[in-house]
């Protein structure tokens, strides 16, 4: 079974820059994607960022340009760069690891963003 602990959420003014970190027991189950989701209260849960085993990314409409999505392999860990924060980026973040027939989620990290 595969382990995610997301980090690095907390409470910034709009225009802050917060760095998400979410530590993968092993990386290598992943073989699909790793993605960052997030959920406000009383929203569904929306798809913030995804990236492939091979590297490529894919950004919500919302958050392009804001937001980066890397992973280091060697620290088995997954991050979520978000510059220039928004209130309506205010949510529970978390992180899904993808493989074939299976997927795995950390526990959240929660992010607020005040006007």
């Known amino acids: 079974q595969v382990q995610l602990v997301e980090s690095g959420g907390g409470s910034v003014q709009a225009g802050g820059s917060l760095r998400l970190s979410c530590a993968v027991s092993?990386?290598?189950?992943?073989?699909?994607?790793m993605r960052w989701y997030r959920q406000a209260p009383g929203k569904e849960r929306e798809l913030v960022s995804a990236i492939t085993s091979a590297g490529t990314t894919t950004y919500a409409a919302s958050v392009r340009g804001r937001f980066t999505i890397s992973q280091d392999n060697a620290k088995n860990t997954l991050y979520l760069q978000m510059n220039n924060l928004k209130p309506e980026d205010t949510a529970m973040y978390s992180c899904?690891?993808?493989?074939?027939?299976?997927?795995?989620w950390g526990q959240g990290t929660q992010v607020t963003v005040s006007s």
């Open positions: 092993d990386a290598g189950y992943c073989t699909y994607d």
């Open positions: 899904r690891c993808w493989g074939p027939g299976y997927q795995y």
